[in-house]
């Protein structure tokens, strides 16, 4: 006769009368909610098991009883880990035709930067700020406000065509998902889960008029070019009588690369050293340094109305 195991529960002493088998708890659980309820959620075995139980095996109570349970406990840990160091993360960038946006999400390590579901927290901001601004305050945001130090750059300078929007942590905590919970609900979670601390310190909204495309992004190249994730990220608004070609993305990665401080005029004098070239256009093109990108923009018949850069820890490293 085959031996059951026991499984030992909290409080009940083994050495008592008092235990349950395993094959209660099975009979009492339907195998199939059960499966589909650990796929749906993630959550181990034994906690889907205790929410289809708890639930007379109602697959759709037992999830929302165990997102509930997971978010307090995912408050409950922010809650403990908020005095962390956050130097790490990821930038993450979202173009959804003339709507465009780029975020900066910090975690601990390099290692939780990895993570596949801290990956999924910073692209789904990332993607909610593009596509979602109604929680937002339009009296707090920061319109036409560019967080760069060049006093050339074209959003400063209130002449750029782009209507773009700077968003604080406060902000970006308070802002609405489409699943109904805040991105400072969706970051708990995802710290509960992990259990290192995160942060949401900025983000961008950029939109682009009739006549002017956007572009983006990251680096390093991500494996699924539909999540533009990395250490570093980029949005170039371009303006272009026909299609962008691979320059565009080629003027992204240079944006990225080589960091100018302002885009510049053909009039504006040069740097002595090219080396120390700060005005976009007439810095040696990081993919053919043998011309300057102005006449790459030249040849190509485009024109970079804007852009925005983000490095992930930069402003920790200012401060």
Known sequence: MATLSLLRLPGIKMGGSRFLHVGQILAAVDKSNLAKLRKRTGFSISNCKKALDMH??????????????????????????????????????????PVGAILEVNCETDFVARNEQFRSLVSQAAKECAVNTSSLRQDTLLKGVCQCTSS????????STIHVEFMSEEQLKGMVASDGKTLADHLALVIGVIGENMSLPRAARLVAPDGVQLVGYSHPTPSDETKLLGKFGAILALRSPGALTEVARQLCLHVIGMNPKAIGNPDDPKAPNS?????????????????????????????????????????????
Request: with cysteine; net charge negative.
């Open 152 to 159: 050339s750059c074209q959003i400063q300078s209130g002449i």
């Open 275 to 319: 080396d120390d070239e700060m005005l976009l256009i007439h810095q040696e093109f990081l993919t053919d340094p043998t011309k300057t990108v102005g006449e790459v923009l030249q040849e190509e018949n485009i024109e970079v109305v804007d852009y925005i850069r983000f490095e992930c820890g930069e402003n920790n490293k200012e401060e």
């Open 56 to 97: 007379a095996n109602d697959i759709t109570k037992a999830e929302e009883w165990l997102q509930a349970e997971a978010q307090a406990q995912g408050w409950a840990k922010a809650s403990k880990l908020s005095g962390r160091t956050t130097a790490q993360g990821l930038v993450g960038v979202h173009i959804d035709g």
